[in-house]
């Protein structure tokens, strides 16, 4: 039977059975592949803990018809056990492995996103910035390798130099006050700044900044995305986040960023909790 082997990060697992689990893999070489780990879920399984969802794993599988199986795994990075201590690593965790199940397709090989979502787990294990910058990072930059950079300098439609005060998710962020529709937002400029220093990965300025903006950067974050998918992610809603943007400045009040005209509305995310706020 052919076997194959690969680096892996394990996104998902469902039960299959009494004892095995549909283990959804982010592979370096070949994208996301859904395998059977048989007998995982026994106490006394040599692999079951290596395939838990945030652990990156080298693995050997064989293909089976329908599903390929996994015959070893071995831990490179034991990544879902440091997150797993920290709740608010844990919860950017989550909504990181999920966003990444969504953005990519079985079997289409993606090594940008693998190793941005790599990149993304080992800083949340290593505590080297705070998690939610380190999500808000992780969001935008997967958006832009699919496709979706968000500008938050130039105009986004007719690319007129910023900054600009106005930013409009259907257009695509910044929006220069020619091409400016109706309800969008406007942001504090510190936040356009925060989020465009999180899309080029300039943690300086990122590290730096204000709970006030990474408050309402997170926000827009979470906005942009959901606008891009056509269902929320579900695991946003554990993330204690801003998800309704201060519309106080905004030109319209009434009208809630995410809303768009041309598309029904996208899944809520989480109703923005007070405990955090100062
Ligand atoms: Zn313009």
Same mark, same amino acid.
């Given at each position: !039977?052919?076997?194959?082997?690969? #680096?892996?990060?394990?996104?998902?697992? #469902?039960?299959?059975? &009494?004892?095995?689990?549909?283990?959804?893999?982010?592979?370096?070489?070949?994208g996301?592949?859904?395998?059977?780990?048989?007998?995982?879920?026994?106490?006394?399984s040599?692999?079951?803990?290596?395939?838990?969802?945030? !652990? !990156?794993? /080298?693995? #050997?599988?064989? *293909?089976?018809?329908?599903?390929?199986?996994v015959? =070893?795994a071995?831990?490179?990075?034991?990544?879902?056990?440091?997150?797993?201590?920290?709740?608010?690593?844990?919860?950017?965790?989550?909504?990181?492995?999920e966003?990444?199940?969504?953005?990519?397709?079985e079997?289409?090989?993606?090594? #940008? =996103?693998?190793?941005?979502?790599?990149g993304?787990? %080992?800083?949340? +294990?290593?505590?080297?910035?705070?998690? +939610?910058?380190?999500?808000?990072?992780?969001?935008?930059?997967?958006? +832009?390798?699919? $496709?979706?950079?968000? @500008?938050?300098? /130039?105009?986004?439609?007719?690319?007129? &130099?910023?900054?600009?005060?106005?930013?409009?998710?259907? @257009?695509g $962020?910044?929006?220069?006050? !020619?091409?400016?529709p109706? $309800?969008?937002?406007?942001?504090?400029? *510190?936040?356009? &700044?925060?989020l465009? +220093?999180?899309?080029?990965g /300039?943690?300086?300025?990122?590290?730096?900044?204000?709970?006030?903006?990474?408050?309402? $950067?997170?926000?827009?974050?979470?906005?942009?995305?959901?606008?891009?998918?056509?269902?929320?992610?579900?695991?946003?809603?554990?993330? /204690?986040r *801003?998800?309704?943007?201060?519309?106080? %400045? @905004?030109?319209?009040?009434?009208v *809630?960023?995410?809303?768009?005209?041309?598309?029904?509305?996208?899944?809520?995310?989480?109703p923005? =909790?007070t405990g955090?706020?100062?």
């Amino acid at each position: !039977m052919p076997l194959y082997r690969d #680096q892996a990060i394990v996104l998902r697992t #469902q039960k299959l059975g &009494e004892a095995d689990r549909i283990v959804t893999l982010f592979t370096r070489s070949l994208g996301k592949v859904r395998v059977v780990g048989k007998g995982v879920r026994r106490t006394k399984s040599r692999f079951g803990a290596r395939l838990e969802p945030g !652990m !990156m794993v /080298d693995v #050997q599988c064989y *293909e089976g018809r329908n599903l390929d199986t996994v015959t =070893q795994a071995e831990t490179l990075a034991p990544y879902g056990d440091a997150i797993a201590r920290d709740y608010t690593a844990y919860t950017a965790a989550s909504a990181m492995l999920e966003t990444c199940d969504r953005l990519t397709e079985e079997r289409e090989p993606a090594l #940008q =996103q693998y190793l941005l979502l790599a990149g993304a787990l %080992r800083s949340l +294990a290593e505590r080297s910035h705070d998690p +939610a910058l380190v999500l808000d990072a992780y969001l935008l930059r997967a958006l +832009a390798i699919a $496709g979706w950079a968000p @500008s938050f300098h /130039d105009c986004a439609r007719c690319g007129a &130099e910023g900054p600009h005060r106005a930013f409009n998710l259907a @257009s695509g $962020g910044s929006v220069c006050p !020619m091409c400016r529709p109706p $309800g969008s937002a406007a942001p504090a400029p *510190e936040t356009l &700044e925060l989020l465009a +220093a999180l899309l080029a990965g /300039d943690w300086v300025v990122a590290d730096g900044s204000d709970p006030r903006h990474r408050r309402e $950067g997170s926000g827009l974050t979470s906005a942009y995305l959901q606008w891009h998918l056509e269902r929320g992610i579900r695991s946003l809603r554990l993330v /204690d986040r *801003e998800t309704r943007v201060d519309t106080r %400045r @905004s030109d319209s009040p009434a009208v *809630e960023l995410g809303g768009h005209a041309d598309r029904p509305s996208t899944t809520p995310v989480a109703p923005a =909790q007070t405990g955090h706020r100062a």
